[in-house]
Nanobody, 120 residues
Framework: QVQVVESGGGLVQPGGSLRLSCVTS????????MGWYRQAPGKQREFVAV???????NYADSVKGRFTISRDNAKNTVYLQMNSLKPEDTAVYYC??????????????WGQGTQVTVSS
């Protein structure tokens, strides 16, 4: 079973920064795509950012230019650097690891989430 654990959330002021970490139980290169999603109360989980095995990245329009997804293979970790945070960024942030078609029915794994709160 693939284990995915997020950390780094907390309370920050508007305009502040946080760096979230997602540690996997194996090499991050086992995954075709890894990404960050978030869910605010009363809303569906939404896409934030992804990074592919080949290093390509993509971002939601709402975070483009403010957030950066990156990886450290030696640490089996994917990061989400969040700058210029806004109150609307407040949500539980989840890490997703996708093994791709070779992973079968259980190809995707989710962490338990880490809370990010942006307020004065």
């Amino acid at each position: 079973q693939v284990q995915v654990v997020e950390s780094g959330g907390g309370l920050v002021q508007p305009g502040g920064s946080l760096r979230l970490s997602c540690v996997t139980s194996g090499s991050i290169f086992s995954f075709v795509v890894m990404g960050w999603y978030r869910q605010a109360p009363g809303k569906q989980r939404e896409f934030v950012a992804v990074i592919t095995r080949g290093g390509s990245t993509n971002y939601a329009d709402s975070v483009k230019g403010r957030f950066t997804i990156s990886r450290d293979n030696a640490k089996n970790t994917v990061y989400l650097q969040m700058n210029s945070l806004k109150p609307e960024d407040t949500a539980v942030y989840y890490c997703n690891a996708d093994l791709g078609p070779a992973g079968g029915p259980g190809r995707t794994s989710w962490g338990q989430g880490t809370q990010v709160t942006v307020s004065s």
